[in-house]
């Protein structure tokens, strides 16, 4: 019986592939993403970080009412950072998206938009969204594909968006970064047999619900278990409670669109969502890399192996033997 895969030794990392697309309309030719990977995955795992962007275009910064307050809001601040140290250290592949989620949430439907902060509203032969369907109560909460509003902040925006720059946004943002991702993960199904998308966010801090001796700083989705085989969080959780990591599973976050539309266990194509709690890798103002930061990279790059290794196991003998090398 050939062994499960084993953390790798420490040492110089391999030299990863770059490849950037899409595009931040309004930043000329600046890409909406960046894809890593090494020429040879260690596991058949893509990282993806869709909101730790920051690359805002003067214009759209401009039409803020507080752009500092709201960026520090809406972005998983620096959560892109782990994402660079876990794949270079367990080989897994990476998406990063440059495009800031002010811009265009890539969590969201493309469908998911609250047209009454677009100019002349819905358009004609756009159907209405139905009452109390999911999208729709986000869009009218202000956090739809483009975010509107911030929950005790108020409007972001000062005036309304042209239609033309948000299908520009949708195709050259959403769009664009939807189908590298799907690609990806299908390239690596293709070689592995299966494929696991690890959706890497950050939240804020949380409080210990009743009963629990300490909050959690990692918070697990799976869309309740609709995203990704059982097996994987089961040990994902197994393993973080085995090193006294305090972790949630689904809530209070279970995952969103990025899930829905790319996780189908029973096609080989697994995604499972990470919250990591800010307070463990940023600064006490929660805006800047903290003294915890190699902690909780270290820290989730073994979780990753761990994943990697079922996820090889998932697909087939092939896939575990080469994460076993």
Do not use: K
Request: glycine share 12%.
């Amino acid at each position: 019986m050939t062994p499960p895969a084993r953390p790798s030794r420490p040492g110089p990392a391999p030299a990863r592939i770059s490849v950037s697309g899409g595009r931040v309309p309004g930043l000329g030719q600046a890409a909406a993403f960046t894809l890593t990977r090494p020429q040879r995955l260690r596991l058949p795992v893509l990282i993806a970080v869709p909101h730790a962007g920051r690359a805002y275009p003067a214009s759209v910064a401009a039409r803020m009412r507080e752009p500092e307050l709201a960026q520090l809001r809406l972005e998983d601040r620096h959560v892109d950072r782990l994402g660079v140290a876990v794949a270079r250290e367990t080989g897994a592949g990476l998406l990063v998206a440059h495009a800031p989620r002010a811009l265009l949430d890539l969590n969201r439907a493309e469908d998911d938009v609250d047209w009454d902060m677009v100019e002349g509203g819905r358009p004609e032969g756009v159907a209405a969204a139905e009452a109390g369907q999911r999208g729709n109560a986000r869009a009218r909460s202000g956090l739809g594909l483009v975010p509107r509003r911030l929950p005790g902040s108020g409007e972001i925006w000062r005036g309304r968006l042209a239609p033309a720059e948000l299908a520009e946004r949708v195709e050259h943002i959403h769009r664009a970064y939807h189908a590298a991702l799907a690609a990806e993960l299908a390239a690596i199904r293709d070689e592995w047999g299966a494929a696991l998308l690890v959706d890497l966010h950050s939240m804020p801090p949380l409080r210990a619900a009743e009963g629990e001796a300490r909050a959690p700083v990692l918070v697990l989705g799976d869309r309740f278990g609709a995203s990704c085989h059982h097996a994987l969080m089961g040990r994902a959780l197994a393993h973080l409670e085995a090193r006294g990591v305090p972790a949630a599973q689904n809530r209070p976050y279970s995952g969103g669109y990025v899930l829905d539309r790319h996780g189908a266990p029973q096609g080989g194509m697994h995604a499972l969502q990470i919250e990591v709690c800010r307070a463990t890798y940023l600064d006490r103002q929660l805006a800047e890399p903290g003294a915890g930061l190699p902690a909780v990279a270290a820290m989730l790059a073994g979780l990753v192996r761990e994943l990697g290794a079922e996820a090889a196991l998932l697909g087939g003998q092939e896939g575990l033997r080469q994460a076993a090398e």
